[in-house]
Nanobody, 114 residues
Framework: QVQLVESGGGLVQAGGSLRLSCAASGSIFSIYDMGWYRQAPGKQRELVAT???????TYADSVKGRFTISKDNAKNTVYLQMNSLKPEDTAVYYC????????WGQGTQVTVSS
C-alpha cells in the first residue's frame, strides 16, 4: 500500500505561483495513476489534475492553462505547478493515487490572498 505526503503549500498573493510536491513510499510508484484534488471550506472535494502511468494528463477547466501536473518516477514524486493563482484556488490540496483502490495524502493548505 502506498503512503503519500504532500508539501509545498502556503500563503501567496493573487497572481503568484506555488509548486506542490507529493512524495510516495511503500509501493511501486510507477504503477499508480496520480492526481491532485482540492477542498475549499464548505465545498466538496474536487478534481484538479491527473496523470496516468503513461503520463497522460487531464485538468479541471478552472485550472487549465495555469496549473501543470508532472511526475518523476525516479523520485517517486508527483508535482503540481500552480501559476497565476487566484483567491478561488484557496483550498486544502490532496494527493491521490489509484491502483485497485484510492489512496490519499494528508493534504497541504494553499491560501491565495487578493
Amino acid at each position: 500500500q502506498v503512503q503519500l505526503v504532500e508539501s509545498g503549500g502556503g500563503l501567496v498573493q493573487a497572481g503568484g505561483s506555488l509548486r506542490l510536491s507529493c512524495a510516495a513510499s511503500g509501493s511501486i510508484f510507477s504503477i499508480y495513476d496520480m492526481g491532485w484534488y482540492r477542498q475549499a471550506p464548505g465545498k466538496q472535494r474536487e478534481l484538479v489534475a491527473t496523470i496516468t502511468t503513461s503520463s497522460k494528463t487531464t485538468y479541471a477547466d478552472s485550472v487549465k492553462g495555469r496549473f501543470t501536473i508532472s511526475k518523476d518516477n525516479a523520485k517517486n514524486t508527483v508535482y503540481l505547478q500552480m501559476n497565476s493563482l487566484k483567491p478561488e484556488d484557496t483550498a486544502v490540496y490532496y494527493c491521490n493515487a489509484v491502483h485497485f483502490g484510492f489512496f490519499w495524502g494528508q493534504g497541504t493548505q494553499v491560501t491565495v490572498s487578493s
